[in-house]
């Protein structure tokens, strides 16, 4: 059974510092892996998708890695800044019927101190 | 821009009531999901639809049900609230392709009493 793990559960930060965040996953069959933000009381916010082949995505500030052989993801957000202050949430899409199941973190709450 | 609207941001509903949730995505997107997300249990899915007029259950599907009459839309039903329903809801959807990407909408927070 796929299990997805973020490390840290929270972290707090000062405003202009560089982190990572980690993602690790226990069963490689995956389609891709997905970042998310959640700001709280609000849905899912798309950062980064990474297909299986390929191992890194950029937007912005942003960049998510992939070493899917050691089922392993890192979201690095470069200059954070207070408006980062969010919950982050990764997951798999797993390889199976119908290519539709997504197993998903606990996720991360970042907070950003100005 | 991708846009997820889920019709009702907040609802408080009585236990026994029938509750409706829409969802409407613009995306042409043939996949269509409702999750539920409560305090340390996570994103848990209840049923997800890959076509009009199909759907296959989630992890979670009692007390649950779903309808798709029309591509663009996904409702969840339920057709007898309790309390233990009390949560917030996510739809979400996705092209067909295994490699798509999910976009959500805004969630719906639903309150039993």
């Known amino acids: 059974k796929q299990e997805v793990t973020q490390i840290p559960a929270a972290l707090s930060v000062p405003e202009g510092e560089n982190l990572v965040l980690n993602c690790s996953f226990t069963d490689s069959a995956i389609y891709n892996l997905q970042w998310f933000r959640q700001d709280p009381g609000k849905g899912l916010t798309s950062l980064l998708l990474?297909?299986?082949?390929?191992r890194e995505q950029t937007s912005g500030r942003l960049n998510a890695s992939l070493d899917k052989s050691s089922g392993r993801s890192t979201l690095y957000i470069a200059a954070s800044q207070p408006g980062d202050s969010a919950t982050y949430l990764c997951a798999v899409r797993l390889v199976e019927e119908y290519g539709n199941k997504l197993v998903f973190g606990a996720g991360t709450i970042l907070r950003v101190k100005s | 821009d991708v846009k997820v609207t889920q019709s009702s941001r907040y609802l408080v509903k009585r236990t026994g009531e029938k509750v409706f949730l829409e969802c409407v995505q613009d995306m042409d997107h043939e996949n269509m999901f409702w999750y539920r997300q409560d305090p340390g249990l996570g994103l848990r899915l209840i049923y997800f639809s890959y076509d009009v007029k199909m759907k296959e259950k989630g992890d979670i599907p009692e007390g649950y049900s779903v309808s798709r009459e029309k591509k663009e839309r996904f409702s969840l039903i339920l057709e007898s609230a309790s309390t233990n329903q009390t949560s917030m809801y996510l739809c979400?959807?996705?092209?067909?392709?295994?490699?798509?990407?999910?976009?959500f909408g805004e969630g719906s927070r639903l309150t039993v009493l």
């Open positions: 990474i297909q299986s082949s390929q």
């Open positions: 979400a959807s996705s092209l067909w392709d295994e490699a798509g990407e999910l976009f």
